[in-house]
């Protein structure tokens, strides 16, 4: 989340999209309660309380505590797997209406960037995808387009440096381009001042003329911006170009929406672009899940920016983590492909991160010059202009105190100031494992098919429910020579032996045909051991142990430091493991306790031993550790753990953000990008004035910034009345990216189709260019079964997958509660009223549900909540599975995940759960 | 102690069952084993019982004229003991065996040791709101977590209904506990507290613009009737009938 979730209660306008806080966060609620309430003061779009937009393939708890608008309900059902259509249409009409914030747009946002005057997007290149595509010649489903990847080079800015709107040349901007009143110093009644630059193109004044004018009048030299600068476009002709192909028409169309109902909320959340209206977005799995799950939530974060909804007191997009502690573990390097703290993880295949690629090929030189330089150039961006904060520019001093944390003794000195040497950097490089490129969940169970994993440990998951594609991956389980799992009961990923793929009780000689090694340790559930938990928020709040854990029960920190002690005493030299001083090593303990752990990830100073205050002091040459830069001042000296404060109470008068509870990271800022919060001045600048005076997050105070920990922000009369510094520090760029030249497949959000789409058989992407184009499913996704994908025309109901209050996740721990089982027993798909009467279903009867991977059996909930949709003239019905269920337990059935396919995002193989095709029968 | 009561403002309700189960915790009361029975929306289960003190009915309105619901409201009512101002079955069990009274607080409560030796059942259809049932033995239904307000049963321990013995939670706890559903709801649907500041409490929310925009039918139920007055208040999205309520007006 950018903001946190006490903050929720100050938002104008809440629009919820792929989430369903009702039932799956429902704790969350209560804020989105307060908005609805007033609780703090705030007006809404009418001066009579926030309103609440929920917009889901079908009507849910969430959806019956939508707002009225326009004698309209603010609920709006949409097709699973086309938010970025239902969104982008969003955007289009905040630009064709002029809705967005455009002092916050021009000088927050990357708007008036020049882009490479080779990039093109699909408005110009007619086939759906962007410029420099390299098509894969072995792509596997030609009906659907065409699968490849992306030579970027032409996503970049023109020249970046000189692109930056700030930076025409290596020199101020006031003394060249202003006067003292704010008009062109062009000493030609030009017209053009600060206050008259426009975002509209048919504008005199649009930003893009304003750098032609610059070079006509000579203030700007052809050299100072790179050559072709007469071919370059702003981000924001590239904005509009994008955008402006989701029209109504066609988003109505593909979506399946109801038209009436999509006006008003395009309406109503376009009201948040005033400078004293906040929206927020509250988002979760329902928009993740699927292939196009970044873009997904790239669509949103565009809207925010247009908005002006960023860092501001009730706006942000809040990603509503499915766990209690998921955040923790994102932040502490759960993921495959980031170390602790959000540090790219070093790839042996990319070359000059690592010398051996996964089959130990020589593929660098050992002790090549270049690492692990290369590999810190690489995860370090260069500052694009003087003035802009750049933090990532800051990545050695938090890899080298990792590196440190993990290596403590081979890295400089463990008890004086002396800093390591460039020899022992690199040693202590060498022994970072290398990934072999991606390990994403599906991936390791393909390896696993493969047999190129041996075995697997597994805490906390239980994949023979949750993994997509389920019965294939308790295929993969019966190919490992051992399986460790920590848990609070015997599940289905445990068990496994014991059962057929398909969940029917082996015979003894069947079991005995499984060869795999089953280890299953007792795990301490959550209230039964200390430990900080870090909510959606990014609170690190710490808890305490309430009961003993049962039996033989233990800690995980007990026995992963036990795993790592033996790891550790087998001496697998070659990979540092020996020389690791995380843990047991350092503290001279076999049983490390939490608040020690949180010591560690704060970090320490190897002169004296005491915690590092805050990350700013962190070193890149081995005199500092930490476990986890972000937390780093969680800790900030001994015996401190500000994860355990509990103060309650919120100064009056500013954002409720309840500073004083807890410790969020980063450096305890409750707001991410708060300078935002204030209304621009001068260009790219902040001033002092917050731009929600009634709930401000950051404001001046004489000499220092007050309320939250202020975002990087400079002095606000630092430089003739404003800051010179923009917002969005974690961008070198120091603005709101609406160009994400990062992303594996392009830098706008384009609607892409789910691998199993129900307009597959029409052959056509219909984001309109001319006719339409053939690209129908995202270019950069890897396909691993081709012929697995489902056609509409044997499968043509759209599937998707979803939670329920009553059980949670793979139901590991629901199903084994009696209570909970009680509530919601049985495996159910529920259906609309007209599906059941074409299919002759009666509620309550027994259906099965089959797709291309498998089938399934489940009792049917006949609802008015689910309607059809209307997909360009054709009738489509969409059915929603609860997926919790598995063999074991109190309470069991199939689960829903024997349908879902094993494919997953183009950038982070996040398994596309919530859109499928699949045909249902009545048992 | 004094003139208690329990606001339910359907308004807010999510219908996470966090009461049911917190009821079923507090007061030690076993699982059902129940099946999916296509009942509306998620209910289960489907009634009361002897070992289910509260229960979220679901309701779907449909369709009703205006577009306001298109998609029809999906509302949501916590149904169990009303405990009557007057409760009718501590009348007729006045008449017979005397094992209903009514605690301090004003909430009714069924002496278990006098209706086990009785086991009459003559409440069960006195009952307006059809809340107390029969496991055989004797009669039971919401206590209002009587052990979480600084009284202990009277003559009997509280015994798990289905083996009989004594239950950690028939320790006297108090003093000034809310009851359990209460205490873990996290919409803030439910309110404990006394009984006049409830109503004036309900009273405000009803009249708030901001309320009615969403639910034009939003009323108070249970301040001055049904039956003379309940200590559950409701805040009713709908008309009492809707949710197969007896009306407000309804007298015994």
Redesign the interface.
Known sequence: MTNTWTDIGTSDVILIIGANP??NH??A??HI?YA???KYGNTGPDG??AKLIVVDPR?T?????A??WN???M?CKMRSGTDIAFVNGMINYVIQNKKYDQPYVLNYSTAGFLVNENFKGPAETGDGKFSGFIPDASQPVPTLGQIGKYDKSSWNYATFVSSHPKAFKAVNIATDFWDASGNCSCGTSCGFSKDTLSLDPASQYYIGKFRQHLLEVGLLNTTDLGPNVANQRTVWEHVLLHYARYDKNTVINLTGA?P??YDDICELFSITGQSDKAGTILYAMGTTQHTVGVQNVRAYSTLQILLGNMGKSGGGINAQRGESNVQGSTDHGLLFHILPGYLAQPDATIPGDAYFDRTDTLIGEPGHPLQPASYIKRCTPFTAHQNELNWWKNFPKYIVSLMKCYWWNALGSPTSNDPATPEQLQAVYDWIPKIPGHCSHIQIFEDMLAGTIKGLIAFGTNPAVGGPNSIREREALRKLDWLVISELWENETASFWRYSTTGEPLTSEQMAAIQTEVFLLPAAAHMEKDGHVVNSSRWAQFRYKAVEPPGDAEHEIKMINRIFDACKAAGANDYGMTHLTLGSGWYGTDDPSADLLDLEINGLKASDLTPVAKFADLQPDGRTSSACWIYCGMYPSLGTNLSKRRINTQAPGMAPIYSQWSWAWPVNRRIIYNGASLLPCGWGGVSDTPADQHHPVIWWNESAWVGDVHDGVANPHGYDGHSERSPFIMRNEGHARLHGMGMAEGPYPEHYEPLDTPIGHRGKNPVPYGAGHSQLINPCIKIYEPNKVGDPRNYPIIGTTYR???HWQAGAATRHL?????????V?VEMSMELARSKGI???DWVRIETMRGYMNA?A?V???F?TFRIFGETRHEVGIWWHWGYKGIKTGHSANRLTPHVGDANTRIPEYKAFLCRIEKL | MGDKAILIDTTKCTACRGCQVACKNWNDLPAENTSFFGGPGYQNPKDLSSITFTLVKFFWSGRRGADVDAYGNWQFLKYGCMHCLNPRCKKVCDTLYKAIYQDTDGFVQINQGICQAANCNACIAGCPFGVPKSNGQSVWKCNACISRRGYSYPNTLRKDPVSGNPTASSWLIGPELAPACVSTCPAGALKYGDRSDIIALATARVADPKVRAKFPEVNVYGDTGPFGGLRVISILTRKPGFYSLPPKSAKY
């Open positions: 009702a039932e429902p704790m609620f209560k309660t609805l309430e007033n009579n309380g009507y708890r969430s959806a019956s505590k707002s009225i004698g309209r309900q609920y109801d009436l109902v329920v209050s009553e009696p209570w909970l089982c009680e509530l919601m027993p049985d159910v009666n509620n309550g009792r909930l609802t008015n909540r309607k």
